[in-house]
């Protein structure tokens, strides 16, 4: 996310933060194929076009930056909206954290298992059946 606060409000142009934060993205760009970069656009409920404008300009600077930086397919994995609410991103961290600890509980307790298990005898145990292809000493 490409906040309003990593470009500079007279030129529209990224700041050196915000470079440096697109210049991250675009080295996951590649790895991931549901990334998607949204660039924060100012709220739609001035009548005036010259939000829409400015919300135009900030996404196009973003997708010609990451064109520069070798990204594919821009158009479709690049938006600018408004964000729901600045805890959204939070919100999605502790989302994943519900579902994912169920798994990395799992495995642990597997580990654990696998630690804990008691170790192998190295002699026989009479009280064991014969082995395949032993005959027994009553036999």
């Known amino acids: 996310i490409l906040r309003r606060s990593e ?8 700041t050196p933060g915000g470079e440096e934060h697109l ?35 900030r996404l196009s600077i973003v997708r010609q930056r990451l064109s ?23 919100l999605m961290k502790v989302g994943r954290l519900i579902a994912f600890a169920p798994l990395g509980l799992f495995l642990v307790m597997q580990l654990l298992l696998f630690v804990s298990r008691p170790a192998r005898a190295t002699h026989d145990n009479p009280k064991t059946p014969a082995r395949l292809g032993q005959r027994s000493s009553n036999s």
């Open 7 to 14: 470009f500079d409000s007279s030129t529209d142009q990224l």
């Open 23 to 57: 210049k991250e993205i675009a080295q996951q760009w590649q790895s991931s194929e549901a990334g998607v970069v949204i660039v924060e656009a100012d709220s739609k409920s001035d009548p005036s076009d010259q939000l829409a404008l400015k919300d135009d300009d």
């Open 68 to 90: 520069e930086l070798g990204a594919s397919r821009i158009e479709e994995r690049t938006v600018a909206r408004p964000l729901s609410s600045e805890h959204f991103p939070k």
